[in-house]
């Protein structure tokens, strides 16, 4: 996918070197070099659609022999040189072109950009980092110079060069960096929770927020340092917040959170905060939690009651397991009500769950279909062995 991607970026620099070479051979030699030329031209770029790397690159490298002043064949063959791996190639490629005199600023840099991208591939990240932070402080390129700075430095971890360059990155360029900057600050965290020195984590924390306000890592770092310190309160306030940020990782943060709720022995508040996020979470982890709580506080008979009623709402199999388990366990008052309650969850299962999966793509689909309308695959969508055991 990736290659196709960078080959299709070729084109438009192979076209403008046809044209090119089409026109400058017909001023100075007329017709036969024109079609000579433009015949090499589109021969290579069939190679090159076709990914033949080593019958384009001959192509190429004959044209760069004809016209050695064409730095866009030059700029073609450096390319071709670094995906097929050849990285010593493309370096003395890419070095000879910032070398050369006669060539635009605008050439220069960008054959200093092509190096420090082959120096990345070739694990040369000093070099690299070097000539990019040069193009930064000539204020050219700088966009692009400073993303392949700041995945330098993630790669090698130097999260406050990373920060500091994402600064810069957004300043230039206008575009939002504040959640992966609350990431590495999260990493400075991390480190610090590691040697162990909680302060300092917190002071990375507090800077995670104000970078993403909203940043759940920062808030689930907060939870396990408040933990550490043994104060259940403020770990009781971290993952509460780290819900409300964002639902989805309510389960990473439960047992710690309900755990913290009942050294504290505050029930109503757990029950209260497990009301508030079953409204607006999907699964069913809350839910069986709330109806724990239920039961210790009213009774095996409401905590029934309660779990029946909302898995007609939003029915799942692990919930119906646990609502029959309380019902094997405990006898129910009206059996027969029971028994229709559990039917109609049984058979809202049924009809939610996919019963056809394709092979080929993993899409999953009420009907069958002899053509996957995912990945348009033929005849690899098939009955599932699910609930419907087909
Ligand atoms: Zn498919």
């Known amino acids: 996918m990736m290659t196709n991607v960078a080959w ?11 044209w090119l070479f089409g026109r400058r051979g017909g001023e100075i030699k007329g017709g036969a070099k024109i079609s000579r030329l433009s015949n090499t031209y589109f021969r290579g770029l069939n190679y090159l659609l076709n990914e033949q790397q080593d019958k384009a690159l001959e192509i190429f490298l004959q044209i760069a022999e004809v016209d050695k002043e064409t730095v866009e064949t030059q700029f073609a063959l450096g390319h071709l040189f670094r995906r097929r791996g050849e990285v010593d190639r493309a370096i003395r490629l890419h ?6 005199t006669g060539l635009s ?4 840099t960008r054959a200093s950009l092509e190096l420090g991208e082959d120096y990345m591939r070739a694990g040369l990240l000093d070099r690299a980092e070097t000539l990019f932070n040069d193009l930064v402080n000539m204020g050219v390129h700088a966009p692009k110079a400073l993303q392949q700075l700041i995945s330098i430095y993630q790669s090698e971890r130097d999260w406050p060069q990373a920060i500091a360059h994402a600064l810069k990155y957004e300043q230039i360029s ?29 002071d990375q924390i507090a800077l995670a927020y104000s970078s993403d306000s909203q940043c759940v890592r920062a808030g689930m770092l907060e939870g396990k340092l408040d933990l550490l310190e043994n104060n259940d309160a403020a770990a009781i306030r971290a993952f509460e917040r780290v819900a409300r940020h ?4 309510l389960p990473e943060v439960l047992p710690d959170l309900m755990a913290c709720y009942e050294r504290r022995n505050e029930l109503m508040r757990a029950r209260g905060f497990l009301q508030e996020v079953i409204e607006n979470y999907a699964g069913v982890t809350p839910l069986l939690a709330l109806t724990e709580l239920i039961e210790r506080q009213d009774g095996e008979a409401v905590a029934q009651d309660f779990l029946a009623k909302q898995l007609l709402q939003r029915p799942s199999v692990r919930g119906e397991a ?10 129910v008052s009206d059996p027969a009500e029971m028994l229709k309650t559990l039917k109609q969850i049984t058979d809202q299962l049924l009809v939610r769950s996919a019963n056809y999966r394709c092979n080929n793509c993993g899409f999953g689909a009420r009907a069958h279909h002899w053509q996957c309308p995912s990945c348009k695959h033929w005849g690899s969508v098939k009955p599932l062995l699910n609930l419907l055991g087909s």
């Open 322 to 331: 646990v609502l029959l388990g309380k019902v094997v366990a405990q006898p």
């Open 174 to 202: 206008g575009q939002a960096m504040g959640e992966s900057i609350a990431h590495y600050y999260c990493e400075l965290a991390e480190k610090f929770i590691h040697e162990n020195n909680p302060g300092s984590a917190r």
């Open 105 to 108: 600023e605008e050439q220069k």
């Open 95 to 100: 070095q000879n072109l910032v070398a050369r």
């Open 246 to 249: 964002d639902v989805d990782y």
């Open 8 to 18: 299709l970026l070729l084109i438009p620099a192979a076209m403008a070197m046809g």
